[in-house]
């Protein structure tokens, strides 16, 4: 019943930038903040950014002054802009989501309980 769902990527050459999108539908409990991931090949899945409901983000060093994580908590939206790409991002982007209010927030996906099934972006150099 509870599904994500994320859109918005592709192919960019670096320097390129992408706009990834997240929408939530069906059966969730209330959802208390919003993350996005993302895993390489031979790589484990590492946090990118996370936004709470009440607005507070949390970014990857790697995200920090690159990438901008918002939200629309009436539609339960999750968006994730990305600059200045580099060929390191080329990743499985996923999107998550927690009902659980974790105090301070910690990128580890054991946080997360429910998850899509990503959308691939891919920098070339």
């Known amino acids: 019943q509870a599904l994500l769902v994320e859109s918005g990527g592709g192919s960019v050459q670096a320097g390129g930038s992408l706009r990834l999108s997240c929408t939530a539908s069906?059966?969730?409990?209330?959802?208390?903040?919003m993350a996005w991931f993302r895993q390489a090949p031979g790589k484990e899945r590492e946090g990118v950014a996370d936004?709470?409901?009440?607005?507070?983000?949390t970014y990857a060093n790697s995200a920090k002054g690159r990438f901008t994580i918002s939200e629309d908590n009436a539609k339960n939206m999750l968006y994730l802009e990305m600059n200045a790409l580099e060929p390191e991002d080329t990743a499985m982007y996923y999107c998550?989501?927690?009902?659980?209010?974790?105090?301070?927030?910690?990128?580890?996906?054991?946080?997360?309980?429910?998850w899509g099934q990503g959308t691939q972006v891919t920098v070339s150099p």
């Open positions: 998550a989501a927690t009902s659980t209010i974790w105090v301070p927030v910690v990128l580890d996906q054991s946080h997360y309980n429910y």
């Open positions: 069906g059966y969730f409990k209330k959802i208390q903040s």
């Open positions: 936004i709470t409901r009440d607005g507070q983000v």
